[in-house]
């Protein structure tokens, strides 16, 4: 294919994007992870899932708000397994005079910018495990929770019509509160915006050992 005409297409995509014209998704599939709740362990079970990101906005200059459902590819080290993780990329979410407790969601949004090759998504979910409780004499702690931040960086491939993973970028931070009424200090506030592998830590930056590719839908 010409230079030309590459440079074409690669504009008649970026259009379709838009979706004024028609909803666009990019769509990878693959398995569910057979450990849910671990971010670490890239293990798939038997049961067929999809990643899906479907434009439902543009903002202009490349910048678009997408809905994610299914979750997103689960990269681990330098493992070739993969699996799509839907609890820490989605997360829950609750108003207690509505929801009661928060509850596990199964869609989310993202956004997304689109340079006519290269294509970033940020994701963002809060994640807790309602562990919240109340001890003997007032003493009482909320439910761990963690708030995760994931940038996915996709190449276009023009002539298969597809996107190939390149990197995720994965934060997970941290906040969790505990006291006592009866306390002179009513309660302890732990707050880590980076808590990956240890305290303060660095994002983690990952690299599929394996291809994940995106279909264009």
């Known amino acids: 294919m010409k230079i030309t005409q590459r440079f074409v297409f690669a504009i008649v995509l970026l259009l379709c994007w838009c979706p004024a014209v028609r909803a666009v998704s990019i769509v990878y599939d ?3 992870c057979l450990n849910i709740a671990n971010p670490d362990d890239p293990t798939p079970q038997g049961t067929p899932a999809q990643s899906r990101f479907e434009v439902i906005e543009e903002v202009g200059e490349g ?4 809905s994610v459902t299914g979750g997103i590819p689960r990269v681990v080290g330098n493992s070739a397994a ?3 993780d839907s609890v820490t990329a989605l997360g829950f979410s609750g108003i207690p005079a509505i929801d009661g407790v928060p509850q596990a969601l199964t869609s989310g949004h993202a956004t997304a910018y689109f340079s006519g090759r290269d294509l970033i998504i940020v994701v963002n979910a809060m994640v807790t495990d309602l562990s919240q409780r109340r001890e003997p004499l007032s003493a009482f702690s909320t439910s761990n929770i963690f708030a995760y931040t994931y940038t996915l960086i ?4 023009t002539q298969a019509s597809q996107f190939m993973l390149k990197k995720i ?6 906040t969790q509160t505990s006291g006592s009424t009866n306390s002179f200090t009513p309660f302890f506030e732990t707050v880590l ?5 240890g305290l303060s830590d660095r994002p983690v930056i990952l690299t599929p050992a394996s291809e994940i590719v995106f279909r264009l839908e």
Do not use: A
């Not at 996709?154 to 491939?157: H, I, M, P, T, V």
């Not at 970028?169 to 941290?174: D, E, H, T, W």
């Open 63 to 66: 910048i678009y708000r997408l």
């Open 154 to 157: 996709l190449e276009l491939n």
């Open 193 to 197: 915006p980076f808590f990956n592998s």
């Open 30 to 32: 693959g398995f569910e």
């Open 169 to 174: 970028i994965r934060n997970r931070g941290y």
């Open 82 to 84: 993969i699996c799509i």
